[in-house]
């Protein structure tokens, strides 16, 4: 199965790790991504609060590219995500383009398809039994429901079915869309730290040993402020932060997956080794 592909640009520098499991574990449930040629940058975040016209102009002309490719583009960002489906609504709404036949896929509403769900199943060689996790999809591939087609906006499921089928044990939290604060991480660190405390004891409060996540800047924030905040509220936090395809490489045997987490500042490996999965 072939889609056309949009990284985005942090998957290409801070997210690289995240890059990495995608491209490994794609082709192994017959997924082929083929990166849109000559992408631009989607404007997010800034450019939709300096100059409208350029924040859909931007995500637009990559639409542009995945139409004249003529197949479906798949998107890890959640953040280049409703941004590229905000330009489609803009479009539509402007009656520019309709009915063109291509989606705009969020990475793990793609991969959660249940085809690819049974392939995927058949293939782990390494069930992730006894890992206890939640799932926190963040805020920008839910809503506003409007702009991401999401039926399931409020609660989302995706990523427990995914897990399931990993055999881990994804556990029920009423924060998984809850922000993080991304957009904040450099001009408000101090609102970063409420708002992530408030999901690391939440998650703690459901019995989770550990976040998984679709976003990159998620992600970030969940891993990078850890420290901070464990020494600004004198609690000692221990709560590693997946990308989900990364537990998808561990549970199909891939051998680079001890390398994509040795870049988290959370190290997560103590976590797999007392579980008996690395």
């Known amino acids: 199965m072939k889609v056309s592909y949009y990284p985005g640009c942090s998957l290409e520098g801070t997210a690289s790790d995240y890059a990495a499991s995608i491209a490994a574990v794609t082709p192994l449930l017959g997924v082929e991504l083929e990166e849109l040629e000559d992408w631009n940058c989607c404007g997010a975040t800034a450019a939709h609060s300096i100059n409208h016209q350029l924040s859909f102009e931007l995500p637009a002309r990559n639409l542009a590219l995945a139409r004249k490719a003529e197949r479906d583009v798949v998107v890890p960002c959640a953040l280049c995500f409703n941004r590229l489906k905000a330009a489609e609504k ?21 991969l959660a398809q249940e085809s690819l769900l049974a392939i995927l199943k058949k293939k782990v060689v390494r069930p ?19 702009i991401t087609d999401k039926a399931d906006w409020e609660n989302p499921m995706e990523l427990e079915r995914l897990l399931k089928v990993l055999q881990a044990e994804p556990l029920d939290w ?26 690391y004891d939440r998650a ?16 970030a924030n969940l891993d990078l402020a850890q420290g901070r905040i464990s020494k600004k509220l004198s609690k000692d936090y221990y709560l590693p932060v997946f990308y989900f395809t990364e537990l998808m490489g561990l549970a199909l045997g891939h051998p680079e997956v001890e390398r994509w987490l040795a870049r988290h500042l959370v190290d997560p490996r103590p976590l797999l080794r007392d579980k008996g999965l690395m």
Do not use: H, N
């Open 90 to 110: 803009e479009q539509q709404r402007r009656e520019e383009v309709l009915g063109d036949g291509v989606k705009v896929w969020d990475l793990l509403d793609f």
């Open 128 to 146: 992730l039994t006894g890992l206890k996790a939640v799932g926190y999809y963040g805020c920008m591939t839910s809503r506003p429901p409007a």
């Open 174 to 199: 009423s924060y998984k869309t809850d922000c993080c604060g991304a957009g904040l991480a450099m001009s408000r660190p101090d609102l970063i730290d409420t708002l992530v405390s408030r999901l």
């Open 204 to 219: 703690l409060a459901a019995g989770a040993e550990c976040f998984v996540v679709t976003c990159q800047m998620c992600q």
